[in-house]
Structure formats: structure tokens, C-alpha cells
């Protein structure tokens, strides 16, 4: 499984963004996705996963929101209403294993990354 995140910018306060992960080398459909971000200093966290069903966490639902493109195998994350806090590294991830996408995974569940996109927000 190959992920590769893309769409991180510097964006305004207010502003608004849209990640995208782009999954190869494995049957998109079959994976359990999710989004993570992590901020200097503090620990990763999940965002969104997408399994039988869709999670976004509770402290961003109102703000993000994910979608996906089955035929170019890509896992959105569209980010609006941005704030200071928001700026992290954001982090695709993938397994094998399927999930239910009733609620957050953690993050050892996952055994593909992407490399990570930058998000900041001033």
C-alpha cells in the first residue's frame, strides 16, 4: 500500500483547504483510511476514518468532512473554517484490516503511512 497526502498549504485564518490521499498498489476499497494530524509538541490524533462507515471526530466535525473518489482511489479531507490550531502535520494511514468507522481508531492500528502534509494556518 502505497499513500501519498497532498494539498497542505499556509493558509488564513477562516481560510478553508482540501487534502487528498492518493492510494496505490492495493484495492482502495478494502482498506480501513484515515486521517491523523499531529502538531509540534503534542501527540497525534485521528481526524476521520473511513471504514464500513465514516468517523470524523468529534472536535472537527463541524469543520471538516470527508469524501472520496473511488476511481482515482482518493481519501479527501475537505478543512474549512481554519484557525491557528489547526496547523499540523496531516497524515494519511491505512490497514489492511477492515474497520467499522463507528468511531476512532488509534493510531498502532494502522500499518501504512503517508509521508505527511503540512497546514498552517496564520
Known amino acids: 500500500v502505497q499513500l501519498v497526502e497532498s494539498g497542505g498549504e499556509t493558509v488564513q485564518v477562516g481560510g478553508s483547504l482540501t487534502l487528498s490521499c492518493a492510494v496505490s498498489r492495493y484495492t482502495y476499497s478494502r482498506l480501513c483510511i484515515a486521517w491523523f494530524r499531529q502538531a509540534p509538541g503534542k501527540e497525534r490524533e485521528g481526524v476521520a476514518v473511513?471504514?464500513?462507515?465514516?468517523y470524523v471526530a468529534v472536535a472537527v466535525r463541524d469543520r471538516f468532512a470527508v469524501s472520496e473518489d473511488k476511481g482515482q482511489n482518493l481519501f479527501n479531507l475537505q478543512l474549512n473554517n481554519l484557525s491557528p490550531d489547526d496547523s499540523a502535520i496531516y497524515y494519511c494511514a491505512a490497514s489492511k484490516t477492515a474497520c467499522s468507522g463507528h468511531g476512532s481508531v488509534p493510531t498502532e492500528r494502522f500499518e501504512y503511512w503517508g509521508q505527511g502534509t503540512q497546514v498552517t494556518v496564520s
Open positions: 473511513r471504514g464500513v462507515s465514516t
